[in-house]
């Protein structure tokens, strides 16, 4: 088999049309190369070089051998080049989910800044609930998602905090209380609440059932939505009301009034959840990129929220 520096010397050779010049050129003595060019010929079967008394030129299947030697330097100097950038995780792909309300807070700036640090890294985007991201992470279908812990069973998983959010009501413009600045979770004891399912956002459902309750009362769910995005339609509909992420009051809120819900019970936290040990550079440099001053966890089974 011919190998790179076969091609590199029958280069030097087919470029000097001289075998002195060309052993100048690779720092080499004439006589090996002479011998290295006959035994490349040899091993292929064809004669690459037509020798003269004082000048050498090049077969026909010299000349094609030439370009196409150059050709395979090449693209075995960019294999090396490519393998260098994926290790150093300066190219590749990270696939990340997010939750809609993410969109809201740092998250398009986490993205834009490891864009512009990295544009040789692919990102693919996809918007799933906690629960579809853990599953797909788990089965292979996706880096990363930015979730809201905690999460069930999470022992496989690693979280890095990300952000903080907090709740808020939503209710239509024609409500009632829509007028009133301070509302307090008690005075929606009667009201009709559009959630989305428990089983898409544990966490968060659990932690506006519970604010609910120790406000005095059990929520009455009158529709479910898929998304967060679906639930403010429906509110903007007139359908009820509901309790969700303050950073989303910029949604429809020309027909949804938002007031804030006192108290430290009403935060959450959003976390990027993967699987260590993390074997894709590309993730690597982006959990670099994106962190904050805390440490990775193991678990986040102390943590409330979700979608």
Not at 152 to 165: C, E, K, R, V, W
Request: hydrophobic share 40%; with cysteine.
């Amino acid at each position: 088999m011919v190998d790179l520096r076969q091609l590199r010397q029958f280069i030097a050779v087919a470029e000097e049309l001289h075998f002195h010049r060309a052993a100048a050129r690779l720092n080499m003595s004439q006589p090996p190369l002479t011998m290295a060019i006959r035994k490349l010929e040899e091993e292929i079967g064809i004669e690459l070089i037509e020798r003269g008394n004082r000048t050498l030129g090049l077969t026909a299947a010299g000349c094609v051998f030439l370009e196409e030697a150059r050709q395979t330097l090449l693209q075995a100097e960019r294999s090396v080049s490519a393998a260098r950038e994926t290790a150093a995780g300066r190219t590749g792909l990270v696939r990340l989910g997010y939750i809609g309300s993410s969109l809201y807070g740092r998250l398009p700036d986490a993205i834009r800044t490891f864009r512009e640090t990295h544009p040789e890294v692919r990102l693919e985007l996809l918007e799933a609930t906690t629960a579809q991201q853990v599953e797909r992470i788990r089965e292979g279908g996706m880096d990363i998602g930015l979730v809201i812990p905690s999460v069930p069973d999470a022992g496989d998983l690693s979280f890095q905090p990300f952000d903080t959010d907090r709740l808020c009501i939503a209710l239509p413009h024609s409500h009632p209380l829509a007028g009133i600045k301070k509302i307090s979770l008690s005075d929606l004891a009667n009201e009709n609440f559009v959630l989305w399912p428990a089983v898409e956002g544990r966490s968060f459902h659990v932690q506006v059932i519970r604010l609910c309750a120790d406000a005095g009362f059990v929520p009455m769910v009158v529709q479910e939505a898929h998304g967060m995005h679906a639930v403010l339609s429906l509110v903007a509909v007139e359908v009820g009301i509901s309790i969700v992420p303050e950073s989303m009051t910029g949604f429809r809120n020309d027909r949804i009034v938002y007031r804030s819900i006192a108290g430290d019970d009403a935060s959450f936290d959003l976390s990027f959840c993967f699987r260590e040990p993390v074997s894709n550079p590309a993730l690597a440099q982006f959990l670099k990129t994106t962190a904050r001053p805390q440490h990775r966890s193991r678990s986040a089974a102390g943590r409330t929220g979700g979608n």
